[in-house]
């Protein structure tokens, strides 16, 4: 079997921010490619060089994903008591081989674990919450980068500066130096299209009742909270009802257990009535039904 990590990785990227770059007069959406890898895509572009003027394609950033899935998989090897099993889901070696699949998806401990590696902080935007999940920020970094995720892509947020270049870097605390109000415009820009998009794909669940459940705590009805997988997801009592679109299918979780409930095959935009099955939950398994307004 042997290692699962190749047997050398290549240094990050080192370069110096200019001192005093021309004005940023706003941000914008850099279209990342859309597959399994966004968030390595888009890390890799950002943090290929401060500025430049070319896009990214997925033929000249496959390989930097890759490596940067490689550095996850070591990071997680090296402290396997920062990064347990509980962190992780999965015992670390198992996620040392999952992550370097080309198709399995970054979130959260990635971006952390990329931030430390590129010495950058990495500022994920929720466009559904407005949100922005900073990493790296305790770290005393010099440079921050920006990324957008809409539920289920992430896209690389860059600067227009006022000589029109592009900027992909920022000094960090630029938010207080004139970087807040295109910050915020950008913001509330990308969130206004993502209520837009998500009038098309919600289809105006208000409430969904689940019962009949084995595992108790799932019973109950459950509230819209935010938008997971794209789709819309409900929560209850802690307990999440939620679409995983690396699964194709429905599930039921229990976010603080790490643990999942109740999983339905389907890819609708609605959770499924009917054709729930026993997971990691109590059987029997449960019905739904849903409120629409």
């Not at 920062?82 to 999965?90: H, P, Q, T, Y």
């Given at each position: 079997s042997g290692s699962p990590l190749p047997p050398r990785?290549?240094?990050?990227?080192?370069?110096?921010?200019a001192s005093s770059p021309p004005a940023v007069r706003a941000l914008r959406r850099q279209a990342i490619p859309n597959d399994y890898s966004c968030l390595f895509h888009a890390v890799s572009y950002l943090t290929s060089s401060s500025c430049s003027s070319s896009s990214p394609s997925p033929s000249s950033s496959s390989s930097s994903s890759s490596g940067l899935r490689a550095v996850c998989a070591q990071?997680?090897?090296?402290?396997?008591?920062?990064?347990?099993?509980?962190?992780?889901?999965?015992?670390?070696?198992?996620y040392?081989?999952?992550?370097q699949d080309t198709f399995s998806w970054g979130g959260y401990i990635e971006l952390q674990v990329l931030s430390e590696h590129l010495k950058t902080e990495l500022h994920a935007i929720d466009a559904s919450t407005k949100e922005i999940l900073k990493f790296g920020t305790e770290r005393g970094f010099e440079k921050q980068a920006y990324l957008l995720y809409t539920g289920t892509h992430y896209d690389a947020v860059v600067?227009?500066?006022?000589?029109?270049?592009?900027?992909?870097?920022?000094?960090?605390?630029s938010e207080a130096k004139g970087l807040k109000k295109a910050l915020d415009a950008f913001v509330e820009s990308e969130h206004a299209l993502w209520?837009?998009?998500?009038?098309?794909?919600?289809?105006?669940?208000t409430s969904v009742e689940i019962c009949g459940a084995g595992t108790a705590e799932a019973n109950g009805e459950y509230k819209p909270?935010?938008?997971?997988?794209?789709?819309?997801?409900?929560?209850?009592?802690?307990?999440?009802?939620?679409?995983?679109?690396?699964?194709?299918?429905?599930?039921?979780t229990d976010p603080i257990m790490l643990s999942t409930l109740y999983v339905a095959k389907s890819e609708d935009n609605s959770p499924?009535?009917?054709?729930?099955t026993v997971d990691e939950g109590e059987g029997p398994a449960p019905k739904l039904k849903t409120t629409s307004a």
């Open positions: 990785l290549p240094p990050p990227p080192t370069f110096r921010m990071a997680v090897l090296k402290d396997s008591t920062r990064f347990s099993e509980a962190i992780l889901g999965k015992k670390p070696k198992e040392a081989e999952w992550i600067g227009v500066r006022n000589d029109e270049k592009e900027q992909r870097l920022f000094v960090c605390g209520k837009e998009a998500d009038k098309r794909r919600n289809p105006g669940i909270k935010g938008s997971m997988g794209g789709r819309q997801g409900f929560e209850c009592k802690g307990i999440m009802l939620c679409y995983n679109p690396s699964e194709a299918r429905w599930e039921i499924p009535l009917n054709g729930w």
